[in-house]
């Protein structure tokens, strides 16, 4: 069984509200489970403008507040599609396969999940500009956790 298959069979379970997939065949065993894990929701912070007191207040363009129903429509997130532990490069000693400010493609590799001894190379999904990386490299990761925020 390869990636996309269990890929498949994650999606499968999102769509039906599925918690737990067990399968058992020719020697082969596979069990999923779903842990979501709550979504923080971003409140908007008021913006703060320091205007000198010799110019009228109403000069001063002040920027727009993002709210968060904005914020899911600016920014798309890479979310893992599996338990496991977090890399951000393919070993220690070699550097990120991305940053912060760079464009990724659909198929960009963005990072690996370690599963069971296997490492799954991660492909983004979604096309833009990296804008965070929302995980410590060598921490576990749950199912549907965001990894990183594309703008």
């Known amino acids: 069984m390869d990636l996309k298959e269990i890929k498949a069979i994650i999606d499968l379970m999102r769509k039906n509200d599925l918690a737990v997939f067990k399968l058992e065949k020719e020697g082969m065993k596979i069990e999923l489970e779903a842990h979501r894990a709550p979504v923080p929701v971003m409140a908007p912070q008021p913006v703060v403008q320091s205007v000198p007191s010799t110019a009228p207040a109403a000069a001063q363009p002040s920027a727009p507040v993002e709210s968060p129903e ?12 599996m338990v496991g532990t977090f890399y951000r490069a393919p070993s220690p000693d070699l550097a990120p396969y991305v940053q912060v400010g760079q464009d990724i493609k659909k198929d960009t590799v963005v990072c690996i999940i370690e599963t069971m001894k296997v490492m799954n190379e991660i492909k983004a999904e979604v096309q833009g500009v990296i804008a965070e990386v929302l995980v410590e490299n060598g921490t576990p990761v749950q199912f549907g956790q965001p990894l990183f925020r594309v703008k």
């Open 70 to 81: 904005e914020l899911k429509t600016t920014f798309k997130e890479v979310v893992s599609p």
